[in-house]
């Protein structure tokens, strides 16, 4: 292990992830939803941008300026890589926290994102990052924080540390991240065997370590293997925040607020009898078992008149990102799998599937004569844009210069898809963020790219790509063996790709 690492895990490199609520245009229905005024965001700084795959997405689809730093140098090479071919405004270093944080040149911010960092790094680290957001995000301005909390997380801390005490302390020195991560979770298979009191007490821990087996290494040996691993209490990282004068604003989990499918009715009683804000949170992470929160904090907090609230939630442009057809009516929250009744909510994708841009004034005014109220028509954007389903679309004027960086972007990203199942995601200038893209979907998109609009000759193109890679194509799990079966299989994609995507992508503008 090297010094600069901190006892982070530096030996293997992070996933291709994408988070949306890292898009600050994103956190506009979250603020307007909870009553409150979300902030224009012209700067914004992401901390700890593992590959970098958001921070680039979303400056390239806008034109925010943004900065941010990973201390990992391969990911930042990854990172500065995407952002100097996209030419967006994204200033990506390799700077700790310590050294970045303190740096004279940077602006003030109206955004500061962290995503999986909080609870994986050091006190000294926790206390250098508020300091930064004390000093640098700007009055009305929002922090992004994600984390692993208490209680769903309790029982796992020590079975955590054990696991961490096992790689550092039984593995042979010299061998990689990978052996010592499967070597102590066969340890801690021996040890459930043997039947020991704490997994009596705590029966979940068996299940937990089970789907831990199953998960990639490389998000493994970032979740699991650092010297720190500290899930906080919703109360302690308000304390934490405090000196930074930051407020609850609201979940960026645009879920947490459909209370029917996290709450039971009594729990909804139980939430709604208590005043302040901070301890209903708190109360509301032993209802549903809290593992891991996704919250937005604002330096003033600015509530709106309902009548404000309404008018300015009218005024927001949505448009349906995914063919009708595909848009699932089940959303999952703390109690489960919910089907969402489709007299309402299949009604409203309905009336999106044209793949116009609507006001959310003009939807709801569409609908009012089939009995959908207003407010199931906030709910369904709120499902829907947690579902990646529908978007958010910033004024004409920024989605036009957005469009020179985006269309850089996604050249860079469709070449690597040619040999590269990640990152699933492109730069819509459409709608200031990413979209899900899948590999295939972005070959196909390279051959349009080239006037290739023939699902014979696609099918050909990705047949010869892939078989030179030996990769083999699946279909309900089974592997296709014949040249001419495969070729079959991948005319009926390029045909749904023209017919069903292709119009929306254009719609896009990936294409
Ligand atoms: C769990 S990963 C999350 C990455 C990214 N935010 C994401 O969600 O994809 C944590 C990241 O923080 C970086 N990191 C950890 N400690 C750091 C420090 N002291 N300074 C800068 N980066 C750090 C790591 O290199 C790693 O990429």
């Given at each position: 292990m090297t010094d600069w690492t901190q006892g982070y895990v530096a030996d293997i490199a992070y996933t291709y992830g994408y988070y949306p609520?890292?898009?600050?245009?994103?956190?506009k229905l979250a603020f307007l939803n909870a009553g409150l005024t979300p902030p224009e965001v012209g700067t914004a700084c992401e901390l700890g941008?593992?590959?970098g795959i958001s921070v680039n997405l979303h400056a390239a689809a806008t034109v925010t300026k943004w900065h941010g730093t990973d201390f990992n140098p391969a990911h930042a090479a990854f990172a500065q890589n995407l952002a100097a071919q996209s030419g967006a405004s994204a200033h990506l270093v390799d700077q700790a926290f310590d050294e970045f944080c303190t740096r004279q040149d940077l602006p003030e911010f109206d955004f500061i994102g962290l995503h999986g960092i909080w609870s994986w790094v050091s006190d000294e680290n926790r206390r250098i990052i508020v300091d930064f957001i004390r000093r640098?995000?700007?009055?009305?301005g929002v922090l992004y924080i994600s984390y692993n909390t208490q209680p769903g997380w309790a029982a796992m801390v020590p079975m955590q540390e054990l696991l961490s005490a096992h790689a550092d302390t039984m593995s042979a020195d010299g061998s990689g991240i990978v052996p010592r991560i499967d070597g102590a979770l066969d340890f801690a298979d021996r040890l459930l065997a043997v039947n020991p009191q704490f997994a009596q007490s705590n029966p979940q821990i068996a299940e937990r370590l089970s789907h831990i087996k199953k998960q990639n290494r490389h998000y493994v040996a970032h979740e699991y293997f650092n010297n720190e691993w500290y899930p906080m209490s919703f109360r302690s990282v308000s304390e934490w925040l405090a000196p930074a004068k930051l407020s609850w604003a609201c979940?960026?989990?645009?879920?947490?607020?459909?209370d029917v499918v996290n709450l039971t009715k009594e729990q909804q009683v139980l939430l709604d009898d208590i005043p302040d804000p901070l301890f209903r949170q708190t109360v509301r992470d032993f209802c549903v078992n809290q593992q891991f929160r996704r919250d937005y904090w604002v330096k003033g907090r600015q509530p709106l008149s309902s009548l404000d609230q309404i008018e300015h939630l009218k005024a927001l442009r949505l448009l349906l990102v995914q063919p009708g057809a595909d848009v699932s009516l089940k959303v999952r929250g703390s109690l489960g799998e919910a089907t969402l009744q489709t007299s309402v909510y299949g009604v409203i994708v309905d009336s999106l599937s044209d793949h116009c841009i609507k006001t959310l004034g003009d939807l709801a005014a569409s609908l009012e004569h089939k009995g959908i109220s207003f407010s199931q028509v906030v709910q369904g954007a709120m499902v829907f844009m947690a579902a990646g389903a529908v978007a958010l679309i910033p004024d004409s004027s920024e989605v036009l210069r957005a469009q020179s960086s985006a269309r850089s972007i996604n050249d860079q990203l469709i070449r690597r898809a040619r040999s590269h199942n990640e990152p699933s995601f492109l730069a819509s200038p459409m709608t200031g963020g990413a979209v899900s893209v899948s590999r295939f979907h972005q070959l196909f998109l390279g051959e349009v790219h080239r006037g290739v609009e023939q699902p014979k000759a696609m099918a050909k193109a990705l047949l010869t790509l892939l078989k030179s890679q030996g990769v083999r194509l699946l279909k309900e799990s089974q592997a296709i063996e014949t040249d001419k079966d495969i070729l079959k299989e991948l005319e009926r994609q390029a045909s749904k790709f023209l017919a069903d995507y292709l119009p929306i992508y254009r719609i896009l503008q990936l294409a």
């Open positions: 609520e890292l898009n600050p245009l994103r956190l941008f593992g590959q640098k995000l700007k009055v009305g979940s960026a989990n645009l879920i947490d607020a459909i």
